[in-house]
C-alpha cells in the first residue's frame, strides 16, 4: 500500500466521531497527568489500560497513545510555574523554565514551549510515516536469529544509555527478563517460578507490574513530602504569550535541532525521552554564542529539550510498529496493550492492520492540533488545576489502581503483587536503580527466548548463528559496541558529568 | 565495620543474591541441550548474568567510595533525606486493608478506609477535604467500576 491511500484509510479511521473523541478524552487526560507533579503517563495509562478492554482495539491504541504525547505537553507547565517537573522526562525544562517564569515570563515560556512541543511532534510524526513501513518490509525478511538479535540490541540500549550507572541498569533489564519467565513455558508446559501459586501460572499481569513500579512507587515518594511553591503569575493573558521577532529567531534552530535529536535517540529501542532532552540541552549550551545565559532563563535552554522529548516519543513508534520492540517503557505498556487486544505488533502489523496502522498516525495529527488547543488557549484552566492541593488526588489514584489491577481478572492476587512492586519500585528509586529497563525486559524476555530456542532449533545448536547472518551480526555488533561504551570512561564521565541531579529520576 | 560503612553495597549484593537464588529455582528445570533448549536453560543464563552484573554494581560502589572518601565521606542516605518509614507503611496498610476488605464489605467502606489511612501519611490533614474525596471516589468509582465496567464487587456489602 503506497502513502496516499495509507493516508486517506488512516484520516477515515481517525475523523471518525468515535476515534475522535477518544482521541480527546486521551490527550485531556494526558495533559492532566502531565500538569500535576507525582503522576506520570505511565500510571496513567497502566490505569487506564482495563478500561479499554471493552473498546475497539484502534480507539484504543488512539486513546492510550494520547495520553502518552498528550503529557509530554503538559509536563512543561509545572517545570515553568513550580520547578517540580510534572514528568521526569521535562526535568530539564526546569533548568530555564523556572528562571523564566521568576522574570515574570511564564506566558512567553509556556507558549514556546507548546509551540516547540508540536513542532517537534510534527517533525517525528513525518518520520514514523516514511520510516516505519519501510523498516518493517525490510524487517519481514528476519529470521529467528535475526529477532533475538535486535531485540538484545533493544534492551542492551535501554539499559547503556542512561544516565546513571549502566550496571544497575543492565541488572534491571535482566531482572526484568527473570520477572518475564514467571509462568508456563510456552515450549513445554512446564511450571517455572510460580512456588505452587496458581495466580501465578499465566505469569504476572503487566498491568500490576507497571503500577507498582511506577504507580505505587510514584505515591510512595510523594505522599507526606512538603508541596512546591507556585510562581505566581496572575492572568494569563495571550498578548503576554507571544514572542516578539527577536524571540523567534533565537529559537528556531535549537527547535529543529532539538527535533532531530529526539527523533533519533526515540527511534533507537529502548531509549526514551529522558536521555534525548538531556543530550539536546547539552548540543544547544555547546554551540551557544552564550553559554553563560543558560540556567538564567535562556529561551534556546527550553525550546530544544521540548522538541527533543515530543519528538522522541513520536519517534518511538518507529520500533513498536515496525519491529514489535518498543521504544521505551511506556510504549512497553502500549505494545503490551495491544496484545491484551489480541494484536501482535511486528513487521506484519502494517499489512495485517492497515487501518489500525495508518489511523493511529492520523490520530497523532488530530491529537497534537488538539493539544495545541489544549496548551494555549486553554492554558489558565491547567494552571489553575496547580493550585488544587493535588495530594488529595493520592489515595483516589491508589483507589483507581487497586480497582485497575483487580479489574484485570477479578482476583484480589494482583492487588498483593502491585502492592509489592511498588515497594520495590520505591526501593530501587532510592537505590538509583531505573525501573524503565525492568518493564522492557518484562516484555521482550517471552520474546528473546522464543528467538533463541527457535535459532538454536534451525541452526542446530549453532551458537555462532547469530553471526553469520549478516543482518543478525550487525544488530550482534552494534550491542557489542554499546557495552562496550559501558567501559569506556571517558564517555561516561563527560555525560555524567552534565547530568544534573534532578534527573536521575526515570522516565 | 559500621552500619554506614555496609550499607553501600546492600543494593549490589541483593542483586547478587537474586541471581544465585534463581540459578538455584532454574537447576530445578530440564536444562536441555544447546540444540534442544529446555525450559530451564534461558532462566539459568539469565540468573548468571544477574549475579554477574550484580558483582558489576558492588565493584562500581566500591571504586566510587574509593575515589570520593579522601575528599568527602557522606554516606548516600543523608544526601536523600531519611527513610520516609510513615508514607511506606501508610501506603502498605492502606492498599492492604483495601484488598482484604473491598471483597467482605463492599467499594466504598474500603475506599473510605483506604483515604483515612493514607491521610496519616501527611503531616496535615483536613477531613473535611477527605470526605469530600471519598464521596467523589464512592459516587464516580461505582459509576464507573462497577455499573460501567461491571466489576463483580458490590458498593456496599460482601460480593
Known amino acids: 500500500m503506497d502513502m496516499l491511500t495509507g493516508i486517506e484509510l488512516g484520516l477515515q479511521t481517525a475523523l471518525s466521531w468515535h476515534a475522535l473523541m477518544y482521541?480527546?478524552?486521551?490527550?485531556?487526560?494526558?495533559?492532566?497527568?502531565?500538569?500535576?507533579?507525582?503522576?506520570?503517563?505511565?500510571?496513567?495509562?497502566?490505569?487506564?489500560l482495563p478500561l479499554t478492554y471493552y473498546l475497539d482495539p484502534t480507539d484504543a491504541l488512539i486513546m492510550l497513545a494520547g495520553i502518552f504525547y498528550g503529557a509530554q505537553y503538559g509536563g512543561s507547565t509545572a517545570s515553568i510555574l513550580l520547578n517540580l517537573p510534572g514528568t521526569a522526562t521535562a526535568a530539564i525544562t526546569c533548568l530555564d523554565g523556572y528562571p523564566l517564569a521568576k522574570?515574570?515570563?511564564?506566558?512567553?515560556?509556556?507558549?514556546?514551549?507548546a509551540i516547540n512541543s508540536f513542532v517537534g511532534s510534527s517533525f517525528a510524526i513525518i518520520l514514523v510515516m516514511g520510516f516505519a513501513p519501510l523498516i518493517a518490509e525490510f524487517a519481514l525478511q528476519f529470521g529467528a536469529a535475526d529477532y533475538f538479535a535486535v531485540i538484545l540490541?533493544?534492551?542492551?540500549?535501554?539499559?547503556?544509555?542512561?544516565?546513571?550507572?549502566?550496571?544497575?541498569?543492565?541488572?534491571?533489564?535482566?531482572?526484568?527478563?527473570?520477572?518475564?519467565?514467571?509462568?508456563?513455558?510456552?515450549?513445554?508446559?512446564?511450571?517455572?517460578?510460580?512456588?505452587?501459586?496458581?495466580?501465578?501460572?499465566?505469569?504476572?499481569?503487566?498491568?500490576a507490574l507497571a503500577m507498582g513500579l511506577f504507580g505505587v512507587a510514584e505515591i510512595i515518594a510523594n505522599?507526606?513530602?512538603?508541596?512546591?511553591?507556585?510562581?505566581?503569575?496572575?492572568?494569563?493573558r495571550f498578548r503576554d504569550m507571544l514572542p516578539t521577532r527577536k524571540e523567534w529567531k533565537?529559537?528556531?534552530?535549537?527547535?529543529?535541532?532539538?527535533?532531530?535529536?529526539?527523533?533519533?535517540?526515540?527511534?533507537?529501542?529502548?531509549?526514551?525521552?529522558?536521555?534525548?532532552?538531556?543530550?539536546?540541552?547539552?548540543?544547544?549550551?555547546r554551540i551557544s554564542k552564550h553559554p553563560e545565559t543558560f540556567g538564567k532563563g535562556a529561551l534556546?535552554?527550553?525550546?530544544?529539550?521540548?522538541?527533543?522529548?515530543?519528538?522522541?516519543?513520536?519517534?518511538?513508534?518507529?520500533p513498536t510498529l515496525s519491529l514489535g520492540i518498543p521504544g521505551d517503557a511506556v510504549v512497553a505498556v502500549l505494545m503490551g496493550a495491544m496484545i491484551l487486544h489480541g494484536i501482535t505488533p511486528g513487521p506484519n502489523l502494517i499489512n495485517e492492520q492497515p487501518q489500525m496502522f495508518w489511523g493511529l498516525i492520523m490520530s497523532f495529527w488530530v491529537g497534537n492540533l488538539l493539544l495545541l488547543v489544549l496548551n494555549v488557549p486553554l492554558i489558565g484552566m491547567w494552571v489553575k488545576l496547580l493550585s488544587v492541593?493535588?495530594?488529595?488526588?493520592?489515595?483516589?489514584?491508589?483507589?483507581?489502581?487497586?480497582?485497575?489491577?483487580?479489574?484485570?481478572?477479578?482476583?484480589v492476587f494482583d492487588i498483593f503483587v502491585v502492592l509489592g512492586f511498588g515497594?520495590?519500585?520505591?526501593?530501587?528509586?532510592?537505590?538509583?536503580?531505573?525501573?524503565?529497563p525492568v518493564l522492557l525486559g518484562f516484555i521482550l524476555g517471552p520474546l528473546l527466548e522464543e528467538n533463541f530456542r527457535r535459532a538454536m532449533l534451525l541452526s542446530k545448536g549453532n551458537l555462532m548463528v547469530f553471526f553469520e547472518s549478516p543482518i543478525s551480526a550487525v544488530f550482534m555488533g552494534l550491542s557489542l559496541l554499546f557495552i562496550a561504551s559501558v567501559f569506556l570512561p571517558g564517555v561516561r564521565a563527560r555525560l555524567s558529568r552534565r547530568t544534573p541531579k534532578i534527573l536521575e529520576d526515570d522516565d | 565495620m559500621t552500619r554506614h560503612q555496609i550499607s553501600p553495597y546492600l543494593p549490589g549484593a541483593i542483586v547478587v543474591a537474586a541471581g544465585l537464588a534463581i540459578a538455584m529455582v532454574a537447576s530445578t528445570y530440564p536444562l536441555g541441550t544447546l540444540l534442544r533448549p529446555g525450559p530451564g536453560f534461558f532462566p539459568m543464563v539469565v540468573a548468571v548474568v544477574l549475579s554477574v552484573l550484580g558483582l558489576g554494581v558492588l565493584g562500581e560502589t566500591w571504586a566510587a567510595r574509593a575515589t570520593s572518601s579522601a575528599s568527602q565521606a557522606k554516606p548516600d542516605e543523608t544526601a536523600q533525606g531519611p527513610f520516609p518509614w510513615r508514607s511506606v507503611l501508610c501506603t502498605c496498610v492502606a492498599v492492604l486493608v483495601f484488598a482484604l476488605t473491598v471483597e467482605r464489605f463492599g467499594f466504598v467502606p474500603a475506599s473510605c478506609l483506604l483515604i483515612a489511612i493514607t491521610a496519616f501519611a501527611e503531616t496535615e490533614r483536613s477531613w473535611i477535604k477527605l470526605g469530600f474525596v471519598a464521596l467523589f471516589i464512592a459516587v464516580f468509582g461505582s459509576a464507573v467500576f462497577i455499573w460501567g465496567l461491571g466489576l463483580p464487587i458490590q458498593a456496599f456489602g460482601a460480593s
Open chain 1, 250 to 285: 533565537t529559537i528556531a534552530w535549537p527547535t529543529l535541532r532539538g527535533a532531530s535529536i529526539g527523533s533519533f535517540v526515540g527511534a533507537l529501542p529502548g531509549t526514551g525521552p529522558g536521555i534525548a532532552s538531556l543530550m539536546a540541552y547539552a548540543v544547544e549550551k
Open chain 1, 23 to 48: 482521541c480527546l478524552i486521551g490527550v485531556s487526560v494526558g495533559t492532566f497527568v502531565g500538569v500535576l507533579p507525582g503522576i506520570g503517563a505511565l500510571a496513567a495509562i497502566s490505569l487506564a
Open chain 1, 223 to 236: 505522599i507526606g513530602q512538603p508541596a512546591g511553591v507556585m510562581q505566581n503569575v496572575g492572568k494569563i
Open chain 1, 300 to 318: 534556546e535552554g527550553i525550546s530544544a529539550p521540548e522538541a527533543a522529548n515530543n519528538a522522541s516519543v513520536q519517534a518511538a513508534f518507529i
Open chain 1, 389 to 411: 492541593p493535588y495530594r488529595l488526588l493520592y489515595p483516589c489514584v491508589l483507589i483507581f489502581i487497586c480497582l485497575g489491577v483487580y479489574s484485570a481478572n477479578n482476583n
Open chain 1, 153 to 207: 540490541l533493544g534492551l542492551v540500549a535501554a539499559s547503556t544509555m542512561t544516565l546513571g550507572s549502566p550496571f544497575k541498569a543492565l541488572a534491571m533489564v535482566v531482572f526484568g527478563l527473570a520477572l518475564g519467565m514467571v509462568g508456563t513455558d510456552v515450549n513445554t508446559g512446564q511450571f517455572r517460578f510460580t512456588f505452587g501459586l496458581f495466580e501465578l501460572a499465566d505469569g504476572f499481569s503487566i498491568v
Open chain 1, 423 to 436: 515497594i520495590l519500585g520505591y526501593l530501587m528509586r532510592r537505590a538509583a536503580f531505573p525501573a524503565t
Open chain 1, 103 to 113: 522574570q515574570g515570563k511564564a506566558p512567553l515560556a509556556i507558549f514556546v514551549t
